[in-house]
């Protein structure tokens, strides 16, 4: 055992950033966290200030560092999860941004893509290489706008003088003082851009999107070493030796490392991967194929990839409930309400309020309530609502276990609607597997910590991060299959009327 006590995760999201410091036991000893600016500059725009980004984080860094009075050798290593998709091009020469970030929530270039990615044989090539419907969500589009709209930027990017990289790859890029240009397999296969079977950057699509290959990272494994601290004001010379995408983080801070594992995260929206081994399985219920993180064990044997689907509306829909209709003075209060009536009356939501996702696919459709009656009321809608989460989840996991070619197991949930037990109650009854709920529900910085963490064998081996998770809190199924099937076949008629 070496003498350092701590691996460091920077949790850089979408709407904060946070340090987390993270011990030999798996525990989270302490957080800090920073808020930073979301800049809409038209409807449907959403950028980020690189800067505001990196200092939020580095002021989160240090004063961690501060209050627990660290120094270099207290800390092993430092592991980086981040939000996925946005896009940022810098000049190394300057370190300054050419513009603001574009954030994966950015529709600005939905014609872009349209146009790039309409033929049908042109999307089947891109969906074939990075296992991605073609979508403004992805970095690629985001590149290429800034190419053709920052003034210069074509020229500069084509002398080989601008850079391109992830959120991962900026924070890298900085905090090892310019040194390292490098992101991992989870960020770079939500770029569309990466060839998720060779494991590389694809020239026919970095032809197709205009964007130079020196503007692209090196892409490293995901548990493995990136670089060293080099930044004034910073401790020198700790290793960051993990990197990943925050919902591939969360799986593997979820121990899901071996194929047929999954897990969803019950938050805003519901992101839900399932682990499928060396093996890429293609969807054909419009989820989207991605590279998971690998443990340096499993690494050597080529990428390990998941399967991954969302549901837009979970948890905003209880904020609705709170914010717009105001029958609930908190999200928490759901559960006595839903547990207070023995069901919902016939009540069904649709909370398509953006469409509805997979494995539906109709962006157009919009949010329903069916089954009103005199008697419903708060209880009832409040049940409805809760239950609305479960029944997407439980379309989600159908469509995975199709395309993955086995029921799930077992589903290890986190997020923060996953506090509620008669949610969980609810959908292990639908799904008919167990529900795993980990005491420690930061699973995404605990996955950037472990990746961080066996680089360096600071922990050892998976088995040995497995050992570490007791006390889970288990759901199991309480209701026959008849039961289910017969709440589904509700919802289903309730979804189909809604898109009808
Ligand atoms: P995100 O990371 O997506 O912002 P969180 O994981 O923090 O979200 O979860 C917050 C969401 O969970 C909110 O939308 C909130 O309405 C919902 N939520 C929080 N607690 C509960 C609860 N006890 N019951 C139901 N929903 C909840």
């Given at each position: 055992m070496g003498t350092q006590k701590y691996v460091i995760a920077l949790d850089q999201g979408t709407t904060s950033s946070r340090a987390v410091l993270i011990d030999r036991a798996g525990r989270m000893v302490d957080c800090v966290q920073r808020p930073f600016q979301q800049i809409f500059p038209q409807p449907g725009w959403v950028e980020h200030n690189p800067q505001e980004i990196l200092f939020s984080q580095l002021g989160c860094l240090t004063e961690l560092i501060a209050r627990h009075g660290l120094s270099a050798e207290d800390i092993d290593s430092i592991g980086i999860d981040n939000q996925r998709e946005t896009t940022i091009v810098w000049d190394p020469a300057t370190g300054?941004?050419?513009?603001n970030a574009i954030v994966w929530q950015c529709r600005r270039t939905a014609g872009l893509v349209d146009e790039l990615c309409g033929d049908p044989q042109v999307k089947a090539m891109v969906q074939a290489k990075t296992g991605l419907l073609p979508d403004a969500y992805f970095s690629a589009s985001k590149i290429s706008w800034i190419l053709d709209n920052v003034d210069g930027a074509r020229e500069r990017a084509d002398a080989g003088e601008l850079l391109f990289g992830t959120v991962d790859t900026w924070l890298v890029w900085v905090l090892t003082g310019g040194l390292v240009h490098a992101t991992d397999p989870t960020n770079a296969s939500r770029t569309m851009l990466f060839n998720i079977h060779e494991g590389r950057w694809d020239d026919e699509l970095l032809r197709l999107f205009g964007i130079p290959a020196s503007m692209m990272p090196e892409v490293r494994p995901s548990s493995g070493f990136f670089g060293e601290t080099s930044y004034p004001g910073l401790p020198a010379g700790i290793p960051i030796t993990g990197v990943a995408g925050d919902q591939q983080a969360a799986l593997f801070g979820q121990c899901c490392f071996a194929p047929g594992q999954a897990k969803n995260t019950y938050g805003t929206g519901c992101f839900m991967l399932l682990h499928t081994g060396h093996e890429a399985r293609a969807s054909s219920h419009n989820l989207v194929t991605t590279v998971a993180a690998s443990a340096p064990e499993a690494a050597a044997g080529g990428l390990e990839y998941a399967l991954e689907g969302s549901v837009f509306v979970a948890g905003a829909l209880i904020q609705w409930l709170r914010d717009e209709l105001g029958i609930i003075g908190s999200a928490a209060e759901t559960e006595a309400l839903a547990t207070s009536?023995?069901?919902?009356?016939?009540v069904y939501i649709?909370?398509?309020?953006?469409g509805l996702g997979a494995?539906?696919?109709?962006?157009d459709a919009r949010g329903a309530i069916f089954?009103?009656?005199?008697?419903?009321?708060r209880a009832q809608i409040a049940r409805a609502a809760l239950e609305a989460l479960a029944y997407q989840v439980s379309d989600l996991a159908a469509a995975m276990a199709e395309d993955a070619g086995g029921e799930l197991g077992v589903l290890n949930v986190d997020g923060g609607a996953s506090a509620n037990n008669f949610l969980m109650q609810f959908q292990a009854n639908l799904l008919g597997c167990e529900l795993r709920r980990p005491q420690n529900l930061e699973t995404t910085s605990l996955g950037a910590a472990y990746l961080a963490g066996l680089a360096t064998r600071f922990w050892s081996r998976t088995d040995e991060l497995r050992g570490l998770r007791d006390g889970d809190d288990v759901f199991r199924r309480e209701k026959d299959s008849a039961w289910a099937d017969e709440h589904l076949a509700g919802w289903h008629d309730a979804v189909r009327r809604t898109i009808g």
């Open positions: 300054q941004p050419v513009m009536i023995p069901d919902a009356g016939g649709v909370p398509a309020f953006t494995p539906w696919w109709e962006p089954g009103l009656t005199r008697g419903a009321g």
